[in-house]
T-cell receptor
């Protein structure tokens, strides 16, 4: 099955700086890579996603890049603000495994702290 | 539109007991997935239901079970609770399973289960 590794586990940046979170995946059949933001006491919320036929996608201060050859994808947040402080999860939608349907596999999460 | 609701929000049980958690998806969503979230482990996939059928099951013991009703509401049950079952249990709903079509999964706030 799919295996997703996420780094770093914690990240502190000064307000206004950029933050980068990286993930690697193992299943070459994976073709959809969403990123989620989880604030304290809430469930994860989708913030951006990318499909395997695209190398980069941007949405205001957030961007995601995908390198299919190296099997890694990254989340970039520019001009960070205190409200960006949260746990971020990457995920990959793997291919079929035996008789199992495709499913999302999540990374272990990154606690981002933006210091004022 | 109401979001995904999970009940109860908090639960304290003792070892050996059983517990049932409930999830009401967003109106019109027919797919429900369950995840276990523990510190440092990210989101571990439990199972996925679509139109009352279990499409996929994660690598959890048989003590973990679930079902989905005709109104798409879902329940998960954990029998013979162990200390290691203490976690945040998240439910996510989508129109159809992510493995069938690209569509956003919306997460509920989770049920915090503590096993003493």
């Amino acid at each position: 099955g799919e295996n997703v590794e996420q780094h770093p586990s914690t990240l502190s940046v000064q307000e206004g700086d950029s933050a980068v979170i990286k993930c690697t995946y193992s299943d070459s059949a994976s073709n959809y890579f969403p990123w989620y933001k989880q604030e304290l006491g809430k469930g994860p919320q989708l913030i951006i996603d990318i499909r395997s036929n695209v190398g980069e996608k941007k949405d205001q201060r957030i961007a995601v890049t995908l390198n299919k050859t190296a099997k890694h994808f990254s989340l970039h947040i520019t001009e960070t603000q205190p409200e960006d402080s949260a746990v971020y999860f990457c995920a990959a939608l793997g291919g079929y495994s035996g008789y199992s349907a495709r499913q999302l596999t999540f990374g272990s999460g990154t606690q981002l702290t933006v210091l004022p | 539109k109401a979001g995904v609701t999970q009940t109860p929000r908090y639960l304290i049980k003792t070892r050996g007991q059983q517990v049932t958690l409930s999830c009401s998806p967003i109106s019109g969503h027919r797919s429900v997935s369950w995840y276990q979230q523990t510190p440092g482990q990210g989101l571990q996939f439990l199972f996925e239901y679509f139109s009352e059928t279990q499409r996929n099951k994660g690598n959890f013991p048989g003590r973990f079970s679930g079902r989905q009703f005709s109104n798409s509401r879902s329940e998960m049950n954990v029998s013979t609770l162990e200390l290691g079952d203490s976690a945040l249990y998240l439910c996510a709903s989508s129109l159809v399973p992510p493995g069938l079509a690209y569509n956003e999964q919306f997460f509920g706030p989770g049920t915090r289960l503590t096993v003493l």
